[in-house]
């Protein structure tokens, strides 16, 4: 059976994702200590692998977070199947605001990916492919010729 997870524990993880994030952007990875995530949430380190077993968790749960969460954004635009120019317009308006509301998370992927295992970092690439790719695919429809661009 399962061990039932005290109230606020999600959001507690949540609050460490997003100091870790935060930090992580900031100083990098590499500088970042678990002293400081535990600092910034203010809580106890132990608190931290009460979490996350270890900073390399750390960083592979934001980054699977944020490629996930724009993948839905992705997912969920083409599933109201609007009409090319409309989908296009929902895209780069999704996009632009979840880039604003993420920046740290965006940067912690784009900057700090390379610290994950090969295995990890290889993984979270094919779903960052996947969303650039659907992107790609919605700019091609409005405009076609820059498909041969590719």
Same mark, same amino acid.
């Given at each position: 059976?399962?061990?039932?997870?005290? =109230?606020?524990?999600?959001?507690?993880?949540?609050?460490?994702?997003?100091?870790?994030?935060?930090?992580?952007?900031?100083?990098?990875?590499?500088?970042?200590?678990?002293?400081?995530v535990a600092e910034a949430c203010g809580v106890a380190k =132990?608190?931290?692998?009460?979490?996350?077993?270890?900073?390399?968790?750390?960083?592979?749960?934001?980054?699977?977070?944020?490629?996930?969460?724009?993948?839905?954004?992705?997912?969920?635009?083409?599933?109201?199947?609007?009409? =090319?120019?409309?989908?296009?317009?929902?895209?780069?308006?999704?996009?632009?605001?979840?880039?604003?509301?993420?920046?740290?998370?965006?940067?912690?992927?784009?900057?700090?990916?390379?610290?994950?295992?090969?295995?990890?970092?290889?993984?979270?690439?094919?779903?960052?492919?996947?969303?650039?790719?659907?992107?790609?695919?919605?700019?091609?429809?409005?405009?076609?010729?820059?498909?041969?661009?590719?």
């Open positions: 059976m399962a061990r039932k997870r005290a =109230p606020g524990f999600e959001a507690q993880r949540e609050d460490i994702l997003a100091a870790a994030a935060r930090l992580f952007a900031e100083q990098g990875f590499s500088a970042t200590s678990m002293n400081q =132990p608190t931290l692998y009460h979490y996350f077993q270890d900073k390399q968790e750390l960083l592979a749960q934001i980054c699977d977070s944020h490629v996930h969460s724009l993948l839905a954004l992705v997912e969920e635009v083409k599933a109201r199947q609007l009409a =090319p120019d409309a989908q296009l317009r929902a895209l780069i308006e999704r996009f632009t605001r979840s880039y604003a509301d993420a920046q740290a998370q965006h940067r912690v992927l784009t900057s700090e990916i390379k610290f994950l295992a090969d295995v990890e970092r290889e993984r979270l690439l094919d779903v960052e492919r996947r969303v650039v790719g659907e992107f790609a695919a919605a700019v091609s429809l409005v405009r076609p010729e820059l498909r041969e661009a590719n």
